[in-house]
């Protein structure tokens, strides 16, 4: 597999020179201490460094969305082994994702966290996808502290909104690719190039 991610050009010169930036786990601070300090709103995938699987054209259709003379980058990863990773494209992880995101506890949780982005107005994007990435993160934590599992990666089909995303993309809830999000950018990543 390949790994693209679309950005401008300056972010993609700054990404090539410094790498990644760290992810910040907001959501692992509120549910622990019950305050926000400091605010970064999830994707719908959650925290972390996102990438296109085997689609530099999205890459690039994304890059689009910030710049007009936009720059896809290959990036390799190490995975480690598949237990690191939350697949849910995979009917099985899809269906324990989906019962967990049911539990009334789990729903009242994120409801809570999503008000307290809400009252801050840091909310970017949709607030479908905010939600998502809000579950996405309670169901990682809930891994770690009841299976022991480290996830260091999420892997989903998605719809990506595309320009003209405000000038006539209506979301049609149907996937338009694979993405994947790199929570240990600063580790996981071996290498990044432009791609050619």
Do not use: C, W
Request: proline fraction near 3%.
């Amino acid at each position: 597999m390949k790994y693209y991610h679309g950005t401008t050009r300056i972010n993609a010169e700054k990404i090539l020179q410094n790498g990644f930036r760290k992810s910040n786990f907001i959501i692992f601070n509120i549910v622990r201490n019950s305050e926000i300090k400091k605010i970064k709103v999830p994707g719908s995938l959650g925290y972390g460094t996102y990438v296109f699987i085997d689609d530099s054209e999205l890459a690039l259709q994304f890059g689009k969305k910030f710049s007009n003379d936009p720059v896809v980058l290959e990036v390799a990863i190490d995975l480690h082994d598949e237990d690191n990773i939350l697949d849910l494209t995979n009917s099985k992880i899809y269906k324990q994702f989906q019962k967990f995101a049911s539990i009334s506890q789990q729903a009242e949780s994120a409801s809570s966290i999503f008000k307290a982005f809400y009252k801050q107005k840091v909310i970017r994007g949709t607030a479908q996808d905010v939600y998502a990435g809000i579950m996405t993160e309670l169901f990682i934590l809930y891994l770690k502290n009841e299976k022991n599992i480290d996830i260091r990666f999420v892997k989903k089909d998605t719809e990506t909104l595309l320009p003209p995303n405000d000038k006539g993309y209506q979301r049609l809830g149907l996937p338009n690719g694979t993405e994947l999000t790199i929570r240990y950018p600063r580790q996981d990543v071996k290498n990044i190039k432009v791609k050619e």
